[in-house]
């Protein structure tokens, strides 16, 4: 049975589906295919009474199977879904009318509906709009004019009432699956799209921009901004096949990401080779140097020989400022959450004169971490845009008796 519905699933399938189109295709059949046997037994039903709408029943079967096949060969999704929704909104509606109306029929004209309700799951709203009109068209045409004409054949009441509930209840089975499935869609849609949001901005930014679409601009009055870049990556792109390269960067940012994750650190963005990421932004808190130094650390670790990324031969500058910055969202396409501020931009300074292996820190960084972290004083370095500064490069944490006393390196 399991190999039966992965070949039914098939039918139709093109190599070159992304993975939404295959979904589709497989539902829509599906779909078709359950009905198949419900107008099997309608039909004998019927016909076994005297009544011409059984002939009705199998058109439709017959139909439905014809644009399964056709289906099978040309793979024209659009030609399928506009066939079967003709099918099923009119076969069952237009076999009203033989049989007296309404009441008499059993209501079989009801699961014309399906039409709509497939228009509105496999394309828009609009096209269900349109269809719901066609059906409603079918429906009071057909009934009232077997209501008018008494139908081509008469069926006892116990039948028509027993096929009422029938109906009733089998057609909305079927409808009860379609807004189901409608309904999945929908919230896969929107899990989809939250997750890809809170890839691009932190919870709360997207909280709030889901809730009043708007520039957001928050000020910070003491947070913790590290730049990290790879030393001599110009040299190795230019020896290095680009998809390589890529790839080898998206395992090293990789990395990042779930130290960043770990220490509950923000990740700003990614500059060519160079890794953004602060603390204390968007939610304030008075460890933001502590958990950056941490991470800052442990970057070092993952690019050492015997590190998680070792193997990839890369060495970091990394630099590290605290201060007051400005964060927000600006603009209506591409979101990017991003910090302004002379805080930010020494940090990026304190990346760019930092010594491959080594972490730069400020003496505003410095004066939050001295009593955790070991911190050897490098002297003054004449940064741009600002002079000379007092630097120190951070070395490990106080309490722990192994930290590093000679610059972090990367062989091979």
């Avoid at 014809?66 to 040309?74: D, E, K, P, Y």
Wanted: glycine share 10%; hydrophobic share 50%; aromatic share 10%.
């Amino acid at each position: 049975m399991t190999g039966l519905l992965e070949w039914v699933g098939r039918i139709g399938a093109d190599p070159g589906d992304d993975l939404e189109t295959r979904r589709r295709k497989a539902l829509l059949v599906y779909l078709a295919v359950l009905i198949w046997p419900i107008s099997l037994v309608w039909g004998f039903l019927y016909l076994a009474l005297g009544a011409v709408s059984g002939v009705v029943a199998f058109a439709y079967l017959v139909v439905s199977v014809v644009s399964i096949g056709l289906f099978a060969r040309t793979r024209d999704f659009g030609m399928l879904l506009w066939i079967q929704l003709l099918d099923i909104t009119l076969a069952p509606t237009l076999s009203m009318w033989p049989t007296a109306g309404f009441l008499s029929s059993g209501a079989v004209g009801l699961w014309g509906i399906l039409g709509p309700m497939g228009a509105l799951v496999f394309s828009s709203v609009r096209s269900s709009i349109r269809w719901f009109l066609v059906f409603a068209a079918a429906f009071l045409g057909a009934g009232l004019a077997g209501e008018l004409t008494g139908g081509l054949s008469e069926l006892p009441r116990w039948f028509s009432t027993t096929m009422l509930a029938l109906n009733v209840i089998v057609g909305g089975a079927v409808v009860f699956l379609l807004l189901a499935v409608f309904a999945r869609q929908r919230q896969d849609a929107q899990d989809r799209a939250e997750t890809l949001l809170l890839n691009i901005l932190p919870r709360s930014i997207a909280d709030k921009l889901k809730d009043n679409p708007h520039t957001i601009a928050d000020s910070f009055t003491s947070a913790s901004i590290l730049f990290a870049d790879v030393a001599d990556f110009t040299p190795m792109a230019e020896r290095v096949a680009p998809v390589h390269l890529v790839e080898m960067l998206d395992q090293l940012f990789g990395h990042f990401d779930s130290l960043a994750e770990r220490y509950e650190v923000e990740k700003i963005k990614t500059l060519g080779d160079c890794y953004m990421a602060a603390s204390g932004i968007p939610t304030p808190r008075p460890d933001h140097a502590h958990c950056l130094a941490m991470m800052a650390l442990d970057m070092l670790d993952a690019v050492r020989e015997q590190g998680e990324v070792g193997a990839l031969g890369f060495e970091l500058r990394i630099g590290i400022n605290s201060g007051p910055v400005v964060a927000g969202v600006i603009g209506r396409k591409r979101f990017l959450y991003d910090l302004w501020g002379d805080a930010v931009n020494t940090a990026g300074r304190m990346q760019t004169e930092s010594t491959p292996g080594r972490i730069q820190i400020t003496r505003a960084t410095y004066e939050l971490l001295k009593d955790e972290f070991v911190c050897e004083p490098r002297g003054t370095v004449s940064v741009k845009g600002k002079g000379e500064m007092e630097t120190w490069y951070l070395l490990g944490k106080r309490d722990e008796r192994s930290f590093l006393t000679e610059p972090a390196s990367i062989t091979g």
